[in-house]
């Protein structure tokens, strides 16, 4: 059976006792799931041994509204961490980004803050920044922004051994 035929199977079970907007997000979820396990294989692959012990760590909170690219690059970035024994506690570029949205939508943001946000989409995406004018207000600018940002979307709970 294939792949989306189950997925049709899984929302009409799920339809008869949800309502149709919650048989949405469960099945955005499960195509995260999906994604989580694609990359912690990808990464264990580079490694040797799966990191199974990571999955929890994809858990997506507010990437679920976001495209499947946003939370890729989330769940490499924490298997980056992971592989490599650094804190997986911090907020990824993609959460970055995701609060950085957010908030252009509710405000303006200051140049400095515009400026982080296209160095975090780009490291994202994988794409390099056009050389345009990119000054920061102060050289530490765009580092101090981030800094303050990850630490402010610090998940706890986000711990590997």
Known sequence: MNTQTEKKKLDRLLGTVLRPSDVGVIGRTFDLMQIA???IL???GRRGTPLWGTFMLMQPGVLVRYGDALYRSHCRELLARAATEKDTRP???AELCACFCETSLATPLQRDYVLAYEEAFSRVMGTPLERVERE???T???D???ADMRRRLAQGWRTFP
Do not use: K, N, P
């Open 91 to 93: 907020g990824t570029d």
């Open 144 to 146: 101090e922004i981030v």
């Open 140 to 142: 530490s600018a765009g």
């Open 136 to 138: 920061y207000s102060y």
């Open 37 to 39: 396990e694609e990359e």
């Open 42 to 44: 990808a990464a264990g």
